[in-house]
């Protein structure tokens, strides 16, 4: 018999508010391109329309700051990044600095990026095929595993 728990993630992780210092947001926000996007900052006035990338480089920004809470809190401990279509309606340059971000950050850092895509993107280690619901095939670098 298995038993379900609903786990939110703020019991695990604790809420980003006065977590990090203003210098970590101003840094993850460099890292990713937004910045200049940002700033002038006005906050009597809303956050201005970010286009789609920009929207994605936001949710890159918001998953190293996670990653740092995290760490604060404790150490040693890899998060997983899932990423869905994350690239899918890029310009060539945004997509470039998600991807450098991402092995930056997460890949070089000893992460685990688990990518669904419509496209082979290079540095992945396996790329898993599917098809109506189910795994085709397996393949690593250099290698197809047939299922």
């Not at 977590?19 to 996007?37: E, G, M, Q, R, V």
């Not at 899932?82 to 690239?87: F, I, P, R, V, Y």
Request: glycine content about 4%; overall charge negative.
């Amino acid at each position: 018999m298995s038993k379900l728990y609903n786990v939110e993630h703020t019991d695990i992780i604790p809420k980003p508010s006065s977590s990090l210092p203003d210098s970590a947001l101003i840094a993850a926000l460099l890292k990713t391109h937004l910045l200049p996007h940002l700033t002038p900052l006005d906050l009597s006035k809303p956050l201005p329309q970010l286009s789609t990338g920009q929207n994605q480089l936001f949710a890159l920004t918001r998953a190293l700051l996670q990653v740092q809470i995290i760490n604060q809190h404790s150490q040693g401990s890899k998060p997983i990044l899932l990423l869905d279509e994350a690239t899918s309606s890029l310009d060539v340059e945004t997509e470039a600095v998600m991807r450098e971000v991402i092995r930056e950050e997460f890949t070089e850092k000893g992460h685990t990026v688990i990518a669904i895509t419509h496209r082979v993107v290079e540095g992945m280690d396996v790329i898993v095929w599917l098809g109506s619901g189910r795994v085709e095939r397996v393949e690593r670098v250099g290698s197809v595993v047939e299922i």
